[in-house]
Each structure stands twice: as C-alpha cells, then as structure tokens.
C-alpha cells in the first residue's frame, strides 16, 4: 500500500492553488452488456464498491460485473471471457496516493505484479498500458484524455468512465468540470504552495 506522512507545516505557510483532477480510464474493448446479452456500447462508468473489487483482484473478468469484452476483429461479438488488465502505479506515486486516499476506501489495492497487473513508474507508461491492453482499466490524470480523443496518438484506444456518476470533465455539460467543482467527483488532489514563515529573503 501507499503509506503518506502528515505533512508538517508549523514552519510553513501552505496555500492550496490549483485542484489537479485524475480520471478512471478503460481500455476500448471494454463493452457495456444488456440484460438479453447484446451490446449496449461504451461502459459509462463504475461504482466505487466495483472499482475497488477489480484493483483489489476480488474481481479478475469484467464479467463478474456484468460488463464484456470484444475485439477488432469482432466489434458485435462478446469474447468468451473477459479477463482485467490492471494499468497500475509504482509505490511512491502521487497519482497512486491519491487513489488509494480518495477510492480504494474500503479494500487494499493489489501489489502483485503479473502479465495481467502491470506497474508502471509514469503517467506515460500507464497511457501505454491502456493503449495496448484493450482489456484494461488504470488510473491517471485527466488531461491524459486528449490522447485517446479523435487526433490524440492514441486515438481510440481507451476512455474515461465516470466514478460514482460523476467525471472530471464532462463535455456534454453547459460547465464541463460541474462534478469537480460540486463535490460529485472525488478523484482529486490539491497542489500546495508551501513557503517558510521566516527568513524569506
């Protein structure tokens, strides 16, 4: 797990100037099912109890939660199995302690690396994990969205999906960040500036 020390501000004057928003990201094989066992499309989003089933292992194929999986080759057709591709971060990780502070509430994120959990030391590699497992589901910024969007280098290749029902940037609303800003969307952190409260210079 991601263990994070308070931080110790009594020699400090600590602002928080900007909220950095993260987002849940699937890859695009990840299909949403309906009750008679067709497709339904893109998988809105996941349940914070959900999520913490998948990053926890409890949950191994999309199945288990009534989701599916297809492939290029057959867009209409649900695979047989739908096994997870966990996208994760290294210990150590803003991102990833975030996470663990704002989602994995109730249950302990996997550490056991395999060809199906995946750790990465960066954004980047995440974005690469996404990209190339379309199986997958990982964590990290939301800007990062750009990049699967139509004209991003990976255009296609993963989306967002909504925590709890909300997203940090919902383009289909008059104010995009609405989820963010009302307290709907908990996948965030604050970056502080700290600044000493003697000797300045």
């Known amino acids: 797990g991601t263990s994070v020390a308070p931080l110790d501000d009594s020699t400090l004057n ?45 949950v191994a194929d999309w199945q288990r939660l009534g989701l599916g999986t297809v492939t290029d080759a057959a867009p209409t057709t649900l695979e047989a199995s739908s096994p997870i591709v966990l996208c994760l971060r290294n210990a150590g990780s803003g991102t990833k302690a975030t996470w663990d502070e704002t989602v994995m509430l109730n249950a302990t994120e996997t550490s056991l690396a395999n060809a199906s959990v995946i750790f990465s030391s960066s954004t980047s590699g995440v974005l690469t994990c996404l990209a190339a497992n379309r199986r997958s589901i990982g964590y990290m910024d939301a800007d990062q969205v750009v990049s699967f969007n139509v004209g991003g280098a990976n255009a296609g290749l993963a989306y967002a999906v909504r925590i709890d029902g909300g997203l940090a940037f919902d383009p289909a609303l008059a104010s995009p960040k609405r989820d963010l800003k009302c307290g709907k969307y908990a996948y965030w952190a604050g970056w502080r500036l700290n600044r000493r409260t003697t000797s300045e210079g």
Do not use: H
């Not at 094989?29 to 497709?39: K, L, Q, Y």
């Open 14 to 58: 600590s602002v928080v100037t900007a909220i950095v928003p993260f987002s849940l990201f699937v890859g695009k094989g990840v299909v949403a099912v309906n009750s008679n066992n067709s497709i339904a499309g893109p998988v809105s989003g996941l349940s914070r109890l959900q999520i913490e089933q998948i990053f926890s292992r409890s």
